[in-house]
């Protein structure tokens, strides 16, 4: 009976390890943790297409619709279309941190066309024009 005892301690405290690993790993917890120290952070699950990647940078949330088409080779991510969770927090915000979250995502997906939502989709127009 204590053998058993022993044995159910042992593996409770082995399993609340595992648990403590897997929260500390866990990329959601790393997103958010990175969306309050307002630093760059990209969650993204590439083998699900259907599943949106989220983006902070500056504090500011944006997530990634990824769209399915063919290239010459394969089957992959030829478009994506990037918006905002709040536009309010977008003050500040400038073309190159707009470029630098462009060179992110088509450094993950090297085929896709990135499209904005507004407003951001008019400050890119009128910067690239320049």
Same mark, same amino acid.
């Given at each position: 009976?204590?053998?058993?005892? #022993?044995? *159910?301690?042992? !593996?409770?405290? =082995? ?6 690993? $897997? ?5 959601? #917890? $790393?997103? /958010? %943790?990175?969306? /309050?120290?307002? #630093? ?7 083998? %699900? =297409?259907?599943?949106?990647?989220? =983006?902070?940078?500056?504090? *500011?949330?944006?997530?990634?619709? @990824? ?5 010459? #080779? !394969?089957?992959?991510?030829? +478009? ?13 915000? +400038?073309?190159?941190?707009? $470029?630098?979250? /462009? ?7 090297? %085929? !896709?066309?990135?499209?904005? @939502? +507004?407003? =951001? $989709? /008019? ?8």
């Amino acid at each position: 009976m204590i053998l058993l005892f #022993r044995f *159910v301690i042992l !593996a409770l405290i =082995i399993y609340l390890f595992y648990i403590a690993v $897997k929260f500390i790993l866990d990329p959601k #917890r $790393k997103l /958010e %943790n990175a969306h /309050e120290q307002k #630093r760059f952070f990209f969650y993204d699950v590439p083998d %699900n =297409i259907r599943k949106n990647f989220l =983006i902070t940078y500056e504090g *500011v949330m944006f997530e990634g619709e @990824k769209y399915l088409g063919t290239t010459d #080779r !394969a089957f992959e991510v030829v +478009s994506i279309f990037i918006f905002p969770h709040n536009k309010d927090l977008l003050q500040g915000l +400038s073309y190159e941190d707009f $470029k630098f979250i /462009e060179q992110e995502v088509k450094l993950r997906y090297p %085929n !896709a066309v990135i499209d904005w @939502k +507004s407003p =951001i $989709k /008019e400050l890119i127009e009128k910067n690239r024009n320049k």
